[in-house]
């Protein structure tokens, strides 16, 4: 199954809302919601100094934000 | 005017070492954690924690002592209480 | 004991004097779901939670500690030399009336840090639970934080911090399992 670290829902929209609306909202659902325990060995960042600016030791964990793929709600 | 020396830039690259290598630690740290039977992983942290401690090693000589409470050495004058803080820099 | 080592876990940088930005990141500092609540929840809970999960309490607590230093290196930095009249733009008028350019424990609403914020219920898995969702919000209150900066190095720092938030929710995670394990099913003990 494929895994995504952002999911979006469709907020009722009233005539009568007075600010624009947002048609699309999105919240975050990162790696750790879907990992389990963690299993042994899992792949490393290749360097140091890479997992330091990725605050991770593990690309499985890393979720850039914002997503790439965006937020409608800002 | 009585304006403090600025750190050259190999103290930022030496400390950009050490935070890196002790990043790692800490990750591996709350890893064994929860994974005290991580042979795999408890060798990593040990070879981490020997390249942590060079490091610190090199960067002490040049820049003063990184910890208080007899953990580093002191040159003359006391140095420990010397700027920049880590907030300064 | 503790010891002091003099670094940042994270090197820390802003762009400009900015003190918006610490008002908005002062809730880290003295709020709810900040450092200091995290430290002190999780270092508290240690005494009384069963050893397996000791060290684990032990150390994320510790490193929230870490975190603290760096957000309070962020307001400091925000605000250091910033006069009164910038002060008062960005709306620290009171802030700068108790305390001058001074950091205080307190959020981004002006409320004091309280002892209420830490949930303490000795029950082994409320507690967890409490932590995994003490994650979930300081990971949260990093977006919105993060949403309404726009200093790119600054952004660099809480994007790391906010990835801290999603680690330490696993490990809490892999605890609240460690707790729930029939005896001698798993290898782990």
Known sequence: MHQTNTKYFYPYISPFDPCPPIVRKSYSTPPQLYMGFQPPNLAQFQTAKEALYCGTLWPAFHDPYPPKEGREDN | MNTPKQVPQAYYDLLEEIQAVDFVLVELNLYLDTHPNDANAIQQFNQCTYESKKLKKKFEKQFGPLMHFGRSYSGYPWNWDDTPWPWQV | ?189
């Open chain 3, 1 to 189: 004991m503790w010891y002091y080592e003099k670094k940042l876990q994270y090197p820390v940088r802003v762009r400009e004097c900015n003190p918006r930005l610490a008002k908005y990141l002062i809730e880290q500092y003295g709020g709810a779901d900040g450092e200091l609540s995290a430290a002190l929840r999780y270092l508290n809970q240690r005494y009384t939670i069963p050893n397996k999960v000791v060290g684990l309490l032990n150390d994320i607590g510790t490193e929230e500690f870490a975190h603290l230093e760096m957000i309070a290196t962020m307001v400091y930095k925000l605000t250091k030399d910033a006069t009164p009249e910038q002060m008062k733009a960005a709306g620290l008028a009171t802030h700068y009336a108790n305390h001058d350019n001074a950091l205080f424990y307190h959020n981004s609403a002006g409320n004091p840090w309280t002892a209420t914020y830490i949930a303490s219920k000795g029950d082994p898995i409320a507690d967890i639970y409490e932590d995994i969702a003490a994650e979930e919000k300081a990971r949260a209150t990093y977006q919105w934080i993060i949403n309404l900066s726009d200093d790119p190095e600054l952004n660099d720092s809480l994007k790391f911090l906010r990835e801290r938030e999603i680690i330490h929710s696993q490990r809490f995670r892999e605890a609240a399992q460690i707790l729930i394990d029939e005896k001698d099913q798993k290898q782990f003990f």
